[in-house]
Structures are given as structure tokens and as C-alpha cells.
């Protein structure tokens, strides 16, 4: 099990740019595959982008180009930079992790933080 939180949510004119952190727990951190999804209201969680124990990226085809993501080791945290933001990407933010990365990519993992809100305005 690891435990994670999220930051660094907030309120940002459409354009604008804003960082998630994702703090874990353990010492194993390093082991783990990591994800970004995101809910709207009304709608299902989707995957945002994810990044293996190896550091492998994948990400959903609308952010492709304008998020990032990346991870520090040393610190146990995973980011994601989020640049050119678009109201439609108004949503709550979850981080999640498993040593397991098709569990990650499925989101079946049990490993989830408690969410930061992005408001996007326009």
C-alpha cells in the first residue's frame, strides 16, 4: 500500500499553466507506475497520463503536447505539468499508484488520493 497526496490545484484563465504534485508514501516509490486521471461532473474518471517504474509515458490524446508528466524519486513525488489549460479541462485531479502498471493504465488500482480540484476558466 502507499499513500498519496495531491497539490497544487486551483483556479487558472484558459491558457494559463499550473503544476499537480503528488506526494507517496514508503519506501518503494521507485518501484511503483504512476497516473494522472481526472473526473468532470457528469462524467467518468479518465486517464490523463501515467508514467511507469522506468519512466515510460503514455497520455490521453486531448492533453497530448500540453501536459507533462514526471516523477522525482528522491522525493517520492510524481507531477503534472499542465500548460495552454482549456476550460474542458475543468475537473477533479487523482493521483494513483501501483507497483503494477496495466493496473495503473486500467485505474483498478486501490492506491488513490483524495483529489485536487482544477478550475479552468475562460
Known amino acids: 500500500q502507499v499513500q498519496l497526496v495531491e497539490s497544487g490545484g486551483g483556479l487558472v484563465q484558459a491558457g494559463g499553466s499550473l503544476r499537480l504534485s503528488c506526494a507517496a508514501s514508503?519506501?518503494?516509490?521507485?518501484?511503483?507506475?504512476m497516473g494522472w486521471y481526472r473526473q468532470a461532473p457528469g462524467k467518468q474518471r479518465e486517464l490523463v497520463a501515467g508514467?511507469?517504474?522506468?519512466?515510460?509515458?503514455n497520455y490521453a490524446a486531448s492533453v497530448k503536447g500540453r501536459f507533462t508528466i514526471s516523477r522525482g524519486n528522491a522525493k517520492n513525488t510524481v507531477y503534472l505539468q499542465m500548460n495552454s489549460l482549456k476550460p474542458e479541462d475543468t475537473a477533479v485531479y487523482y493521483c494513483?499508484?501501483?507497483?503494477?502498471?496495466?493496473?495503473?493504465?486500467?485505474?483498478?488500482?486501490?492506491?488513490w488520493g483524495q483529489g485536487t480540484q482544477v478550475t479552468v476558466s475562460s
Open positions: 494513483v499508484g501501483d507497483l503494477n502498471w496495466s493496473t495503473v493504465v486500467r485505474g483498478t488500482s486501490a492506491n
Open positions: 514508503g519506501r518503494t516509490f521507485s518501484n511503483y507506475a
Open positions: 508514467i511507469s517504474s522506468g519512466g515510460i509515458t
